[in-house]
């Protein structure tokens, strides 16, 4: 039955074959999907499906600009894995790496830069935006995943992302982990309270703030009295985005 309704919508439009045949976007998706997790499992990272499948999700977002000339900086390089990774997915990208050691890397690349720091240093973190600039297409931390790290490091790099890039965070469940300065009960409705993740959580209001004083969802069209009284985050975060351990946000 399908293929008599194929068969007459052809028969009837001017459209090549090809356009009904290979419009499936679940098909594409999962295309997309295979081909960065296959380089994420070849380079050994963690983000591959054998561990935390983040390529499931970063496929999403990154499919579309993965030939472009983008700027990319990641915290956390460990033995160079997702260094590998990133290089023979973005092969037109500048990548930059961070990590407090360079002694565990076993990846040395002629390509890619590498920067040592700590990423809970807001001095260090300074002085890095200086040095190598900003406009940053994407920034990922996938460093030590301390409360203190993930948020040090947020406050002084989302400003060096571009108008319409991402900033991501891994690792997220360390929120709910005492050990690295999270909140250790899940089940307790105040889980979370004072961490990553509730600061993310807390960015929604301002996602919101315009929507809720103004009564027009369309941000574009703030009034310049209240243009002036927005915050940073108020006039820069276009949308948080959250997936199991890991949230994306969007810059304005
Ligand atoms: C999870 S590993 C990175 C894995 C790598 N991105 C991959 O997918 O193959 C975390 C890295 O963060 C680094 N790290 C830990 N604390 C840090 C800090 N305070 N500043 C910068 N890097 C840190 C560690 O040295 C380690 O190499």
Redesign the pocket.
Known sequence: MRNIIYSALLACSCLPAFCLIGADPKSKTREEYMHMDTLALEAG???SSAFHNYTKVYSQYFAPIKSDPIKFL??????G??VKMWEAYLPNAELHF????GA?IEYQSTRSYYHF????DAKALELFGHRVGGNYDVIID???HTMT?QLTSFHWLFPLVKSGGLYIIEDLHTSYWKTYGGKGNLNHPQAGAGTAVEFLKNLVEHVNYVGAATACADSDKVPPALMQRLNYYQSQIESIHFYSSVCIIRKK
């Open positions: 990272t963690d983000k990641e915290i956390g390089i460990y033995k894995d997702s961070i990590d407090i050691t565990l720091l700590d990423q809970s996938d460093g030590g790290q």
